[in-house]
C-alpha cells in the first residue's frame, strides 16, 4: 500500500492518495483535480474512488470535480444534504467498501461536523511484503496530530453538542485501532479549523503517540469540552461561503483571461472602488506603492488572508511584477473558490517612470525594520512616545507580548480605521506577513507606519519588556 500526500500549507489542509499499486483512492481532495490526475498516471494507478470524511467548511471541496474527471466513485457521509444526489454514494459508520486490493472501512467519528466519517484503509489480501500489514486512518477534522478539529463552525448553538461527540468519536479510534494506525488527518497543520493553533508542519502522527497527548484521551468529558471551547482561534470570514459551495458540488475552477490594466486603470479601479491586491514582496510594496492597495505578498497564506479581509464577491485587481506570479495566485484563491477576477496590472519600474502617477501623488513609501531596531528606538524615545501595533492573533499576544503595545489582530483591522492612532505606528506580527497586510492597510489611511520585517524569535531577544496576559 503507498501513501502519496498532498499539502495545502497555507490552509493547513493534506489530502491523500491510496493505492494498491493499480487501483487508488483520494481522500479530501483539494480544489484542482489535475495533481491527483497526474500522480496517478506518474505510479500507473487508476483512481477509482474519491472520499469526503465531511463538507469542508475552510475550501472548496475537489472531490466531485475529481470524481467526474476520473470517472470514479464519490462516497460522502451519509445524512448530508447536497444537490448532486445522483452522483455520489452516501456512506454509513460501520460500511465498508473494497478498492482493488484496499478494504475501507468508514467509521462514525461525529464532531468537528454533525455528519463526519474517518476512513481505516488497509490491504484486504495478505502480502509478503514488509508492507502488507499497514494500516491507516483518515480522520479529517477528528482526531488530529495533537489536537482535535473544532466543534464551533456550524454555530454556537451546536458547539458544546459536538464537543461532546468529538471527544467520544476520537476516544473510540483511539480504543479501537491498534497503536501502529498511522493518522492521516486532513486538518491541523496550521488549519483555523483545529482547536488550537498547531504548528504548519510536521509529520502525521500514530494512535499509540496520540494515546499519551491527545488532548481527547489525556482529558475527561466535562474538562475537554471546556478546554475545547475556550479561547478558540477566530474563525476566517470567508469560511462562512464555503460549506453551501461544497453543497451545491464544485467543479474544477476555470481560469479565464482578464484585462490588464495600465496604471490609469489602476487608479480608477480603486476609486469605483475594487480591491487592488498587491502580491510583491513586502519589501517592494514599502519602498514604492500606489496608495489604497493592499499588500498580501504572494505565498501559502495568500488564499487565507484574501478571503479574510476582501468582502466576498468583492471586484479584484491582482499586482504583480510577471505573469507567473499571477498565475500561482490565481492558483492559490481557486482553492476558495475565487477564480473570477476584474483585471491584473504590473509594476514595471520604467512604466512607473512615465507615468503620471508619480506626479499624482498616489505613489507613498514607508520603512522597514528589525525588532532590534525597535528596540533601538523604545531605548532612546521610551514608551510614551512609541506606538507598537502587534497585529498577531489574540492566543499569540496572549502567551506574550511587548509591554505597552495594543493588540489588533490583523483580520480586524479593516473596522478599526476610526479608533487607531494616526501618525508614526510600529507594526509587527509573528513573521512580517500580517504585518505588511496591516501596513499597508495603515498608509492607504494616512498613518505613517514602520513595518517590522523579522521574526518573533528576535524579538524575545532584543531587549525589548515582555508580558503576558
Known sequence: ??????????????SYLISDGEVSVVVDAQRDPSAYLQEAEKLGVTIVAVLETHIHNDYVSGGLALARAAAATYVIPAGEAVEFVNECRALEGGETISVGELEIKAISTNGHTNHHLAYLVGMNVPRDDEQGGDQVVCTGGSLLVNATGRTDLLGDALAEQLARSQWRSVRHLLKTLTAETVILPTHGFGSFCSARLTPGAGPAGTVGQERSQNPAAVLDEEHFVAAVLDDLPPIPAYYRHMAPLNRKGATAPVFRPVEVLD?????????????????????????????????????????????????????????????????????????????????????????????????????????????????????????????????RHRQEWKAGHIAGASNRPVQELAGSKSDLPTGQIWVHCAGGFRAALAASLLSSWGASPILVDDSWENALVSGLPMTEN
Do not use: C
Not at 500526500?5 to 497555507?10: C, I, N, R, S, V
Open 1 to 14: 500500500m503507498t501513501v502519496v500526500t498532498f499539502d495545502a500549507p497555507g490552509l493547513g489542509d493534506r
Open 263 to 391: 496604471f490609469d486603470g489602476l487608479e480608477t479601479a480603486v476609486e469605483v472602488p475594487r480591491w487592488i491586491v498587491d502580491l510583491r514582496h513586502k519589501r517592494a510594496f514599502a519602498g514604492a506603492h500606489l496608495l489604497g492597495n493592499l499588500n498580501i505578498e504572494l505565498g501559502s497564506n495568500l488564499a487565507t488572508y484574501l478571503g479574510w479581509l476582501v468582502p466576498w464577491g468583492s471586484e479584484i485587481v491582482l499586482l504583480a511584477e510577471h505573469e507567473a506570479e499571477v498565475a500561482e495566485a490565481r492558483r492559490l484563491i481557486s482553492q476558495i473558490g475565487w477564480d473570477d477576477l476584474y483585471g491584473v496590472a504590473f509594476w514595471p519600474t520604467d512604466t512607473i517612470a512615465r507615468s503620471s502617477v508619480l506626479t499624482s501623488g498616489r505613489v507613498l513609501s514607508y520603512p522597514v525594520a528589525s525588532f532590534s531596531d525597535l528596540a533601538v528606538a523604545w531605548r532612546a524615545h521610551g514608551p510614551s512616545e512609541m506606538r507598537v501595533l502587534d497585529v
